[in-house]
DNA sequence: CCAAAAGTGTTGACCGTACACCCATGA
DNA sequence: TCATGGGTGTACGGTCAACACTTTTGG
């Protein structure tokens, strides 16, 4: 019976994880110059290999873990990239993943370790094999998501102001919304709670502070609800 | 150099295809009762194992190929399935495809050879391993698609009538649609055409016929058009 | 005191939705 | 002749988009 799998080829399963933040209005890309051969020095996504033992999630929050040191991240698998030469020397078969970080929790990873480097995605450097497509399928994925589904909000601290928000979307959508329709839009969903704080740091004095409703959005979800942004 | 990679583990990659038709009003799935161990005599997607020397693209129309003997089939990539334990015997990690095969190329599959039939979507039988988790995951995604895209015209005839084009939406949605207003949506985007034709066997006499405008689509497309049915 | 950023409502246009009858055909 | 299925238009309500001024604060 199990010889029945033998006749068949095995290949290396790499992960590659676009990894995205926000910061002051800028949505950017946390990339690594590699250490290692092959493409030492290049730019280029951080990625692994994966283990026996271990589902492809697994492995991608193992590759994580290692440059960010964090957890409890949100992670979503995007698409397999197969070309017979993708990468020079042997053939890899790279799964991507995308991942999406607070900047709350930019302080928390040792960047220099891994010579790693938050940069703007307008202005993404050449990157080894084909890790410019997979960005490029990732922005488009973000974007698509984001029209629906409220995940942008991964990006931002737990609490933040509607000028923090509306930044954010015109960062994934690339392009200027209207402040007064988005706030009516924003709060006519119910979602989002103004916060009493005296929490000067985001903002200038007079910024109200939100949080989002995760348990509110659930039970929308499940009537039926849909976001549509 | 390519010592590197010789540290790491090497994996089966399989192919499993979801493939979608529709035909009196019904959306199906292909499947097929397995003639090979494990799992022999039960139901399953097609499926089979990539080769060396080929992509994963290339991987799945060939097994698509094998079965339907079509080629030039809407194919789309759906995800990676890599739970431990997914198959019995051996690691598999299985990359899941989903294809739209209109219903007038049904006669060109020789269905009986590899035990295939075609199952309406609201009855599919217990099938093998993870697979119906892998069809409600095309599902999901053919529903998600279809809003905003025409893809279920893949489903179809090239000539087609509106009440064929609303029962195919209906059947992907799973709700009933108002014909009028479904008739204004569809033919206010101008990319239906209106076929002048004597060919009867499309609905009763009196029924228009009607082509998809893939050019003028494409057109609108680049210009930032969003079809949003 | 001046520049920069946050807060706040109204209106017109457009789009989505609800809804009923006639005609032709085939059983 | 009757049941089935295809074709057709209007009116209402809601949502989206455009648009300007005041206040506060930090430099």
Redesign the pocket.
Known sequence: MVDYYKTYSKFYLALDCIIFGFDKGELKLLLIKRNISPMKGKWSLMGGFMDIGETLDDAAKRVLFQLTGLTKIYMEQLKVFSELNREPDERVISVTYYALIRSSDYNKINAEKHNASWQSVSEVPELVFDHNQMVNEALEKLKRKSRSQPIGLELLPHKF????L?QLYEAIFQQKL????F???M??TGLFKREVTSD?QI???????YSFDKKKYNELIAKGFVL?I
Do not use: V
């Open positions: 102001s509607l000028p923090q509306q209207d402040k007064r329709n706030r009516k839009k709060l006519s000067q903002g200038r004095n007079g910024t109200f502070i549509d």
